[in-house]
Nanobody
Framework: QLRLVESGGDLVQTGGSLRLSCATS????????VGWFRQAPGKNREGIAC???????AYSDSVKNRFTIHRDNGSNTLYLQMDNLEPQDTGIYYC??????????????????WGPGTQVTVSS
């Protein structure tokens, strides 16, 4: 059974850093494209970072040069390093995956499997 579980969400001050983890099981992470998404209060969920199965990444403009997505295939874990956090980064963060050999995408409707999410709150 394919499973994803996020962790690492917390309350942090503006300018701080957090690292989110997404523990996966039931599949070989190395063969899958992965993505991080977030849903801010009162807004739709948006794609912010993704990584193809060849480790080519893409980022939304809102997080580019501040966030880094990477994976550890040995432990089947996906990470999102978030630096220089801003109050507008507040939201629920989700990891997702899809079996794909294509470049990764930030569109959420192409992802088949999702974690339950972890809350990130950035105070001003």
């Amino acid at each position: 059974q394919l499973r994803l579980v996020e962790s690492g969400g917390d309350l942090v001050q503006t300018g701080g850093s957090l690292r989110l983890s997404c523990a996966t099981s039931g599949f070989t992470l190395a063969y899958y494209a992965v993505g991080w998404f977030r849903q801010a209060p009162g807004k739709n969920r948006e794609g912010i970072a993704c990584l193809s199965n060849t480790n080519i990444s893409a980022y939304s403009d809102s997080v580019k040069n501040r966030f880094t997505i990477h994976r550890d295939n040995g432990s089947n874990t996906l990470y999102l390093q978030m630096d220089n956090l801003e109050p507008q980064d507040t939201g629920i963060y989700y990891c997702a995956t899809r079996y794909s050999n294509n470049p990764c995408q930030l569109r959420q409707n192409v992802y088949q499997f999702w974690g339950p999410g972890t809350q990130v709150t950035v105070s001003s």
